[in-house]
């Protein structure tokens, strides 16, 4: 039994114009996102070591970074569980 024609997988599919538009557009949104989170981190210590060198005890400034820290987790969290939801919708409407 030979077969001229080649096997076609089940996943393979071609994406259009508009989906590889907003595969880019959802990659540079992402990257926005992290540097954006990532600056307020770094400008996070920066605010506590200016605090530091200003004359403000040490344990008074780090539980203030602490809970700044948290907050940030906990706002990349929130991020992390919108963007998996807009992508799942996104996919979903593209099927």
């Known amino acids: 039994m030979n077969n001229s024609q080649p096997t ?9 114009k508009i989906e590889k538009s907003q595969q880019k557009q959802q990659r540079f949104l992402r990257r926005v996102i992290t540097g954006a989170l990532v600056a307020q981190a770094t400008l996070i210590v920066v605010n506590g070591n200016l605090d530091v060198l200003s004359g403000q005890p040490v344990l008074d400034v780090i539980p203030g970074m602490i809970t700044q820290g948290i907050e940030l987790i906990l706002k990349t969290q929130g991020v992390q569980k919108r963007l998996k939801t807009r992508d799942r919708n996104c996919n979903s409407c593209s099927d």
Do not use: F, G, N, V
């Not at 076609?8 to 259009?16: C, E, L, P, V």
């Open 8 to 16: 076609k997988s089940i996943h393979s599919r071609k994406y259009t």
